[in-house]
Nanobody, 127 residues
């Protein structure tokens, strides 16, 4: 049984930074693509960023490009999301996910079909 556990969420002022972490347990996910989605109140879940199993390929949604950076440390079974220059519209529950595929399955369809999900961590950005 794989578990993904997110941490690092919280309350931050606009313009500030947060770093989210997602640690996997139960089995190694070093061969899996990993990434982040978010869901704001009253809105559908949206893709944020993905990283390939090796860490050499990444892809960020346009809404966060240049402000957020995804990375991973396979030795620690952990994926990170560095979030800088946060805006109130970044307020959401952020979910970690893992899938055996790296590609458009992540940024189309709202993340349906991902192999594994975390339970989420809340990020609130005040204006």
């Amino acid at each position: 049984q794989v578990q993904l556990v997110e941490s690092g969420g919280g309350l931050v002022q606009a313009g500030g930074s947060l770093k989210l972490s997602c640690t996997a347990s139960g089995r190694t996910l070093s061969s899996y693509a990993m990434g982040w989605f978010r869901q704001a109140p009253g809105k559908e879940r949206e893709f944020v960023a993905i990283i390939s199993w090796s860490g050499t390929s990444t892809y960020h949604a346009d809404s966060v490009k240049g402000r957020f950076t995804i990375s991973r440390d396979n030795a620690k079974s952990t994926v990170y999301l560095q979030m800088d220059t946060l805006k109130p519209e970044d307020t959401a529950v952020y979910y970690c996910a893992a899938d055996h595929l790296y590609g458009s399955n992540w940024y189309t369809g709202g993340g349906r079909g991902m192999d594994y999900w975390g339970k989420g961590t809340l990020v609130t950005v005040s204006s």
